[in-house]
């Protein structure tokens, strides 16, 4: 694929203003916007056979994830990605604006808005299989620079590092956000993805962009460093990253957090362990804690929020399933900032 954007590749802004005058925004997320297509079924698969279920369609992409939690939990938020001019990417359009989510989009000519197949088995686990699509075609020329340039935190998931493009994208965001003085997390993503393309190799191409929150799940953490223990893997993390606050995210065990200077963690325990689907949690969880640590919050408080956030999700289908009563009286009465 060439370096360079291809006629047609237009920027598109939905309620974006870059540079806003000299406005610092709170959050800007660059990554992937991606259309998950879930298929669950009550029972195991029957290969080469038919199995009823329920297959539906649902917004995703693990960035644009982030960013539409970090504003429902009351955070101005900022996403910033590639989409095709196709009808999935007016959904996208629409879907980000209905969460009100400032977008500043890239349309391509020549690719289709990212999709996703996601098979929820009878336990609530999930495989996937990513297409690649305009979201792995993002061109650094391509980026918002002014817009990226006035965040106080930039947010990035290692989806957007797998592979180049769009990896030089991410890259080039990472810089321009860190010399505009802004902080910087990052997203893991896989640990599957991680192994495939090297655990070396990862950590070449993200452990110098001046990573200040680092959030991997369990087996990401493990893959990284070679421990299993919560606080080993934290500490290691910690080391590798430069010093970076680890947020840990151990799903049916809660959190782990490990500041930037604490000579100890703080283990997060769970309240509830209803699953139902597990997907998109993790992004519940980096979005939710972004929006409370962002907000003056310790790493602690934010954590247990977080939790409860992500519990909330993996007890519904879709990594963002609609709001309900439930969860609107649970963020603006409870837990509000």
């Known amino acids: 694929m060439s370096g360079h954007a291809r006629p047609g590749d237009l920027p598109h802004e939905t309620g974006a203003t870059a540079g806003r005058g000299g406005e610092r925004r709170p959050l800007v997320v660059v990554g992937d916007f991606a259309w998950d297509v879930l ?23 693990s960035a644009a994830n982030v960013a539409v939690w970090a504003r429902r939990c009351g955070l101005d938020t900022t996403f910033v990605g590639k989409i095709g001019r196709d009808r999935f990417g007016v959904l996208a359009e629409e879907n980000l604006r209905e969460e009100r989510v400032e977008a500043f989009l890239v349309r391509a000519a020549s690719e289709r808005t990212g999709s996703v197949a996601v098979w929820i088995d009878h336990a609530g686990q999930r495989s996937m299989v990513s297409g690649k699509g305009a979201d792995h075609a993002l061109l650094p020329e ?93 500490v290691a993390l910690r080391e590798r990253y430069g010093g970076a606050a680890i947020a840990l995210k ?14 100890s963690g703080t283990a997060i ?10 997907t998109g949690a993790g992004d519940a969880f980096a979005g939710a804690y972004l929006s409370r640590r962002l907000g003056g919050v310790s790493a602690v408080e934010a954590a247990h929020f977080a939790v409860e956030v992500s519990e909330w999700v993996i007890g519904r289908v879709g990594a963002r399933p609609a709001v309900d009563a439930t969860l609107r009286r649970y963020l603006s009465d409870e837990l509000a900032p």
């Open 39 to 61: 298929i669950r079924t009550a029972t195991a698969l029957q290969s080469g056979g038919d199995t009823f279920g329920e297959v539906r369609l649902a917004p995703g992409g």
């Open 142 to 234: 391509e980026l918002p620079t002014e817009l990226i340039g006035s965040a106080r935190h930039l947010h990035l998931t290692a989806w957007s590092f797998f592979d180049d493009p769009p990896r030089a994208a991410a890259r080039e965001a990472a810089r321009i956000a860190r010399d505009a003085g802004a902080t910087i997390s990052l997203d893991p993503g896989s640990f599957q993805m991680i192994e495939e393309m090297g655990v070396d190799t990862f950590l070449s191409v993200t452990a110098d962009l001046g990573i200040d929150l680092f959030f991997p799940n369990a087996q990401e953490a493990a893959t990284l460093t070679g421990e299993r223990d919560p606080e080993r893997m934290a």
């Open 250 to 263: 151990l799903d049916a065990d809660g959190a782990y957090v490990l500041e930037a200077d604490a000579a």
């Open 269 to 278: 325990t769970p309240t509830a362990n209803r699953l139902v689907d597990a």
